[in-house]
């Protein structure tokens, strides 16, 4: 009987013991959560004061200048990507429809397919068929020209986000060397070394050069993205218009 209630009193030891440390292992884990829970929106506040804080220490001249570059770098990708994006025309479809609108209805038949069908490619066959009275060379000399002129339009404005790319690093640079020139015009004047005379100019001066290499690295982003797409189409309208000449050839015979 002793060792019974031995046993029993273990047992319910063990079983107070075990619902301590898992009471308190819950209850730990609930307050790392609700500390966790609360930390988290706090840095992600502190970041972007953070960030705000040192884009006004940076000075508004140059990141003003930087800001802007920005702003009409990401104004003109963006339009590029959706022009770019309506100008993508299905070549495979386009020249199916036109070589059944041949066959079935003629030269003005395909026009009309064309002048239905939205993009660069379309234009193109459209303009080739308008010369498919003078012959196919002169078809073929139309959708040259006029494949230049749409490959004009595809990159117009392009050169300027390249012109921001290049220019943001160089604000950069440029507020990087006028703050360590500000840097050492304090030390002449004091007449001192003293750290904190130079501090806020150099600070300033490798705050200017972080943005200006960060607005470029995101325009460089987009510009290879818009150089691509452009190639992309450019390759689809030489195919097409190789085979727009070799339908009318085929029609001809």
């Known amino acids: 009987m002793r060792k019974l209630f031995i046993a029993i009193t273990l ?56 800001l802007i570059c920005l702003i009409l770098g990401l104004a003109i990708a963006i339009e590029r990507i959706l022009f770019l994006n309506l100008a ?46 003078e012959g196919v060379e002169s078809a073929e000399k139309a959708v040259v020209a006029y494949g230049g002129v749409q490959m004009g339009q595809l990159e117009k404005n392009v050169s300027w986000i390249s012109l921001f790319i290049a220019l943001a690093p160089m604000l950069g640079f440029m507020g990087t060397v006028i703050g360590m020139i500000q840097a050492f015009d304090k030390i002449e004047a ?20 972080v943005f200006g290499l960060i607005v470029a690295i995101i325009l460089q982003v987009f510009y290879n993205y818009i150089v691509a797409k452009i190639d992309s189409i450019v390759n689809d309208m030489e195919d097409a218009s190789i085979t727009l000449i070799d339908i009318l050839v085929a029609q001809k015979k």
């Open 11 to 66: 047992l319910g030891f063990i079983a107070t013991a075990k619902a301590n440390i898992i009471t308190t292992n819950t209850a730990n884990t609930t307050a790392n959560s609700i500390i966790q829970d609360e930390e988290a929106p706090a840095e992600s506040a502190s970041f972007t004061q953070e960030l705000k804080k040192r884009f006004i220490e940076g000075g508004p001249g140059f990141m003003g200048i930087v």
């Open 88 to 133: 993508t025309t299905n070549t495979k479809k386009l020249t199916d429809g036109v070589e059944e609108a041949l066959s079935s209805g003629g030269v003005e038949a395909a026009k009309e397919f064309c002048r239905n069908t939205k993009g660069p490619v379309a234009s193109i066959f459209y303009q080739g068929l308008d010369r498919m009275d």
């Open 190 to 209: 004091a007449g001192d070394m003293q750290p904190s005379l130079v501090a806020g100019g150099i600070k300033v001066a490798l705050l200017t050069t």
